[in-house]
């Protein structure tokens, strides 16, 4: 196209938008209408004409256009609108050297008159310029928590806890936190209540699974019991019928169970892994906890270092990105609901949330997630880090691993855009860690939490994941990025 047959205007908008103005001049119209009607000649059928052939008078008529009237359809002008758009707005871009993020479909043509010209507009979102301010001298440092005595015997507590049994009770009334089987009926005068009958009822006395007072009254039963009590209804229950009103229960104990701890001692430490006595189960434990405790101290220092960056950096963001963000949060939540056997209609519902409310409370966090990547991108080009393509095969071989079986994350592992999704979350990563080591060798004194691979004891590496399910193992922060994968594959397949 001739430079000379377009004029442009470019200027700035609000939250990192530019407005671009196209002035096209009669002939370049002309131009564009005459190519409209050779390709819509192509693709219309005309009695009479070749594909192709037919003049414009013959093809308007066909097309149901009436140039007198300009309300009525013009699928000719509108073909030159679409080619016109296409070709103008992406020239003046390029002269511009703008990184623009999305094209609108349409612009606002503010003129198209034949042998005058034409002219539009259009608003463009650009790639936000980022003002970086300090992201070094933070003031605050690493918090490392203290392992003590009753830390690991709290968790030699949860560990008892896990290998507890349930054994009949024989020797006392039922209490809180027994677990028993019940058989009952509620009723209203003479009259059974639907619903409230059961032969065989499986409860935990005192969790309130049942409607509010009618556990409190199976305390202190014994088995084969039977009593008689009346429980009202709350003002605010389900059935309007029972709202508010008493009914009167029957109910039996039929069984009457306790969970029953192990003893902390010598056989329970060779229950939990390979370990000879309770001190040496002791001693691995603080020795994990220690480890766990460095781990954390860390990521969570380096998770206050990108909120400082975050907040001294400065920029505007543009709606597509935030609206991006949003989608993607929106599909991490599908991921995760639906790996917990949830179907997200269901999450909704029960929630009582609509997706238009979701997008609404997602819109905050989406925006800080958007400005937390630019920044961290921006620090990753100052400070020039770099991932090689042994670094990106090598994540991507350990996702793989870690989705054997899911096709639309290996397709997506595969693509182009997903192999760049990968080195941006390792480019991101290795500039914070670029970052925190930076300070910790300014500050030797906390050189312990510099990030490794630490030792594992024998006993550690051949322990059954008891241990690891009570104290924890990192393995949150790894679902958490599956998930942002799934969900990026998941918008590659709508793209």
Do not use: C
């Not at 029957?250 to 029953?260: N, P």
Request: aromatic residues 6%; glycine residues 6%; negative net charge.
């Amino acid at each position: 196209m001739n430079k000379d047959a377009v004029k442009t205007d470019i200027r700035e908008g609000d939250r990192s938008t530019i407005v671009l103005e196209v002035e096209i001049t009669a002939q370049e119209l002309q131009r564009a209408i005459d190519e409209g009607v050779r390709h819509l000649a192509r693709r219309t059928r005309v009695p009479g004409f070749r594909p192709g052939k037919a003049p414009r008078q013959i093809l308007e008529r066909a097309l149901g256009t009436d140039r007198s009237d300009p309300d009525s359809p013009n699928p000719i002008h509108d073909e030159a609108r679409e080619h016109l758009y296409e070709r103008t707005v992406l020239q003046a871009l390029q002269e511009a050297d703008r990184d623009v993020l999305e094209l609108p479909r349409e612009p606002e043509w503010t003129s198209f008159t034949e042998g005058e010209g034409a002219a539009y507009r259009v608003t463009l979102a650009v790639r936000p310029e980022v003002k970086l301010g300090d992201y070094t001298g933070f003031p605050f440092t690493p918090q490392v928590d203290e392992v003590t005595d009753e830390h690991v015997e709290a968790v030699i507590d949860q560990l008892r806890d896990q290998q507890a049994v349930l054994v009949p009770v024989e020797d006392r009334p039922a209490q809180v936190d027994d677990y028993a089987v019940i058989s009952f009926e509620g009723r209203r005068g003479a009259r059974l209540v639907d619903g409230a009958q059961a032969e065989r009822f499986p409860l935990i006395i005192g969790k309130d699974r049942m409607v509010p007072g009618f556990e409190a009254n199976l305390i202190g039963m014994r088995e084969d019991e039977e009593r008689t009590f009346t429980v009202t209804f709350p003002e605010d229950y389900g059935e309007a019928e029972l709202a508010g009103q008493e009914v009167e229960f029957t109910a039996q104990l039929r069984e009457l169970r306790e969970r029953r701890l192990p003893d902390a001692d010598d056989d329970f430490a060779s229950l939990v892994g390979p370990y000879d006595d309770l001190a040496a189960l002791r001693v691995e434990l603080r020795s994990r906890m220690a480890v766990n405790a460095l781990d954390r101290a860390r990521h969570l220092f380096a998770d206050r270092v990108i909120e400082y960056a975050t907040a001294n950096a400065t920029l505007d963001l543009p709606d597509v990105l935030v609206e991006r963000e949003v989608e993607m949060m929106i599909d991490e939540l599908k991921v995760r609901t639906a790996q917990q056997g949830i179907r997200y209609e269901d999450y909704l519902r029960v929630t009582e949330k609509t997706e238009a409310s979701l997008r609404e409370e997602y819109r905050e966090p989406a925006e800080h997630r958007v400005k937390v990547l630019l920044v961290l991108g921006n620090i990753a080009d100052k400070e020039e880090v770099s991932i090689s393509d042994a670094e990106v095969e090598a994540e991507i071989a350990h996702l793989r691993a870690d989705e054997e079986g899911n096709r639309s994350v290996a397709d997506y592992l595969d693509s182009d855009r997903g192999r760049s999704y990968i080195r941006s979350q390792l480019r991101r990563s290795a500039v914070v860690e670029l970052i925190v080591d930076r300070w910790i060798e300014e500050h030797p004194e906390f050189a312990e939490v510099r990030h490794q691979h630490q030792p594992h004891t024998h006993q550690q590496d051949e322990a059954p994941n008891l241990i690891d399910e009570v104290i924890g193992d990192g393995g949150e922060e790894e679902d958490e990025e599956l998930a942002a994968i799934e969900a990026a594959a998941a918008e590659e397949a709508r793209a």
